[in-house]
């Protein structure tokens, strides 16, 4: 059974830092594997989608990257603002394939 | 990109109500949609996975009879709160699969319905 696990579940820094959002997964047969953003009371946008077979995605100031034989992603965020303050959730599919698995997400807070 | 819609966004009813969200693919079309709730500060959960045409398939622990899903289309598909008590109270996301475009196995989520039973 997929288990997706997110560390720290929240995470308070100063403006201007690079950090970084770790995930892990169980199951490592996946096809691919997606990071969200969602702020307070809204849904989810859709930061950065890994296929298998790549080991990295970027945008912008966000690169991910995707270790599937040890079940394990990063989400890299490079000088960080404000505006980046909002809860980061992890997804893989399931064992099997057909549905999305969450992470419990990342709570973040920059510091103007 | 492709977007998905949800309507209300947000929906405050009595206790013993029942309440349809509905949730469109605007620019694709979605066989399978999922719908998830999410209760505060925690992640996201499926309810059931909608299937155009067919019955969905409910999650374990979800009561079907609660929580009605119709996926009519290939762009629409409903859920229905029914008899909703104060414990139902909680956020409805949606999510779409796009069939066919290239990342065929991206989901797309919609901006959620804040469901608040007094």
């Known amino acids: 059974k997929q288990e997706v696990t997110q560390i720290p579940a929240a995470l308070s820094v100063p403006e201007g830092e690079n950090l970084v959002l770790n995930c892990s997964f169980t199951?490592?047969?996946?096809?691919?594997l997606q990071w969200f953003r969602q702020d307070p009371g809204k849904g989810l946008t859709s930061l950065l989608l890994?296929?298998?077979?790549?080991r990295e995605q970027t945008s912008g100031r966000l690169n991910a990257s995707l270790d599937k034989s040890s079940g394990r992603s990063t989400l890299y965020i490079a000088a960080s603002q404000p505006g980046d303050s909002a809860t980061y959730l992890c997804?893989?599919?399931?064992?099997?394939?057909?549905?999305?698995?969450f992470g419990a997400g990342t709570r973040l807070f920059v510091k103007a | 990109g492709a977007v998905v819609s949800q309507h209300p966004s947000w929906v405050i009813c009595k206790s013993g109500t029942s309440v349809k969200i509905e949730c469109r693919s605007l620019?694709?079309?979605?066989?399978?949609m999922f719908w998830y709730r999410q209760f505060p500060k925690q992640s996201l959960m499926l309810m059931a996975t909608?299937?155009?045409?067919?019955?969905?398939?409910?999650e374990q622990g979800v009561e079907k009879d609660k929580f009605l899903i119709n996926h009519a289309s290939l762009t629409l598909s409903t859920l229905t709160v029914t008899s909703a008590h104060p414990e139902d109270s909680s956020f409805y996301i949606c999510?779409?699969?796009?069939?066919?475009?290239?990342?065929?196995?991206?989901?797309?989520f919609g901006p959620g319905t804040r469901l608040t039973v007094l």
């Open positions: 999510s779409a699969k796009n069939q066919g475009l290239a990342g065929a196995d991206t989901q797309y």
């Open positions: 199951d490592s047969a996946i096809y691919n």
């Open positions: 890994i296929q298998s077979s790549q």
């Open positions: 997804a893989v599919p399931n064992t099997g394939g057909f549905k999305t698995i």
């Open positions: 620019d694709f079309q979605a066989t399978t």
């Open positions: 909608s299937n155009e045409g067919s019955k969905a398939t409910y």
